[in-house]
């Protein structure tokens, strides 16, 4: 008699051992991609076939939004005429790679699903969207493969048994799609509540800001534009730093959880020198992070390092006049500020810039 109850159970307890912080990881990195128009593809062989054209077909039909930009997930199976061309005249091994030297951009996502992580097509393929500086995300089993040295973020399924493996994959890939419709839902309310904000108070808080700011020096309507975009991107945290021609800094304020404190011009001056308000002031060119553990250009303090806290990040320079300077936003999870937000930033900004230049007129 066929034991029913003892694959339930042995699938059971896989499934309780799946890393559910890599998924959560994978979650945000989708979510990261939809908001910023980076493609995903999904690729695997067999079963694990089938496993990608549905996952594809949940993130594309499923999870669209009026509203939001759409999934741009491609399934590398799909084509029945390039894949068996492929196959036909280079090699089965390059089904996959070949199609996305045609397609793959930097930062994009490229999802490889192999049970055993060693299938030649799918590390080719990685291997390619490695050199083109794709993020690698890999859904494996058993002892993960050569797959599981080359990706960015591997989510296995503790199991030697395949049946298992695929039924797995194939829950994970639910439990994101899932989780991406709500998060969806999610960041579209509080798009709609901001934009709603936005168009009913930007006329009049920059109308109120150039009058009622008129009299102020430049720092002083800085840090008003600061706690603007604090307000309107509803962020906690962010920092101002002012500095002259020479690039000595001169000013500077920061806030943390809505709070604002007063950090001392050494500190201003190292985050101004080794972190990324230089980097943007320097190139003169506005920074969006999506995680700061990630990024160079992200100065770690003491206890960041100690706790590897992952955080968001956005940093528009200033520069009206003799003035210079920039403005960093920061949310305390990664992946948390889209380019959305950076261009609402930038707006907001070049909005108050005449009203700071007009002010060094006035002094001149």
Known sequence: MVDVDSYLNFLGSSLQQIPLEKVNHVIQ???????????????????????????????????????????????????????????????????????????????????????????????????????????????????????????????????????????????????????????????????????????????????????????DDQASMLFQLLQMLLTITKTKNGTLIVTDESGNVIDGVQVFGGKTVSPSIEKLLEINQNGLAGWVVKNQQAALIDNTNDDKRWLKRPWEVEKQNEKSALSIPIKAGNIIGSITLVRPKENRFSVKDLELAIDMTSSITPALTNVENKKN
């Open 29 to 215: 990195v989708l979510h990261h991609a939809r908001l910023n128009g980076k493609q995903i593809f999904i690729m695997g062989n067999g079963g694990s076939a089938s496993t990608s054209s549905h996952f594809v077909c949940d993130l594309a039909k499923n999870n669209y939004f009026e509203g939001l930009p759409p999934f741009r997930a491609i399934d590398l199976n799909s084509s029945n005429a390039i894949f068996t061309a492929l196959a036909n005249d280079e090699g089965y091994e390059n089904v996959f790679s070949h199609q996305l030297r045609n397609l793959v951009q930097p930062h994009d996502v490229v999802l490889a699903i192999s049970t055993s992580g060693n299938s030649p097509n799918i590390l080719r393929a990685v291997e390619l969207a490695k050199k083109a500086n794709a993020i690698i995300i890999g859904f494996t089993g058993f002892e993960g493969g050569q797959l599981a040295g080359l990706v960015d973020i591997e989510v296995r399924v503790p199991s030697d048994n395949i049946r298992h493996v695929e039924d797995i994959h194939m829950i994970i890939s639910h439990l994101i799609s899932f989780a991406l419709y709500e998060m969806s839902s999610e960041t579209l309310a509080m798009q709609i509540s901001t934009q709603q904000s936005l168009q009913q108070s930007e006329p009049i808080i920059l109308e109120r800001f150039t009058l009622e700011h008129s009299n």
